[in-house]
């Protein structure tokens, strides 16, 4: 069985490089790079979508997305939970630079801003 990673690793600024479904791979296509900014206190934290705007300054949607982790068959599992919608998301490999997340059968394949000046 194998250790799971540091959770702390999940907080930042995150964009998606790739996804992947199936033997099918698909790259984002859009000129600007969107963020997902995960905050964690604990077991419990908030995603939320982060759009760099002209001056660095970051404009981000007025929704959160609250979550609580939990353990399932040595993975982390970020449960998700909106006024809309309730949903999970498996971590399936988390380093300092890399995040992969699987949901509804698709990877999702992120790398990390290493500085705050990164998200841009």
């Known amino acids: 069985q194998k250790e799971l990673p540091n959770i702390q690793w999940l907080e930042g600024y995150w964009s998606v490089t790739h996804v992947t479904h199936g ?5 984002p296509k859009a000129t600007t790079v969107l963020w ?3 905050a964690l206190e604990g077991t419990q934290g908030f995603r939320k979508k982060v759009m760099p705007q002209a001056g660095a300054i970051k404009r981000t949607s007025d929704d959160l997305s609250p ?3 939990t353990v399932e ?4 599992v970020i449960n998700f ?9 498996k971590i399936i490999m988390l380093s300092p630079t890399a ?3 699987e949901h509804q059968e698709k990877q999702y ?3 990390k801003a290493q500085n ?3 998200v841009q």
């Not at 033997?23 to 790259?27: I, R």
């Open 23 to 27: 033997s099918e791979t698909f790259t």
């Open 36 to 38: 997902d900014y995960y």
């Open 67 to 69: 979550f609580f982790l």
């Open 73 to 76: 068959e040595n993975h982390y």
């Open 81 to 89: 939970t909106t006024r809309w919608d309730q949903w999970q998301e």
């Open 99 to 101: 995040l992969v997340v």
């Open 109 to 111: 394949h992120y790398k």
């Open 116 to 118: 705050p000046s990164d």
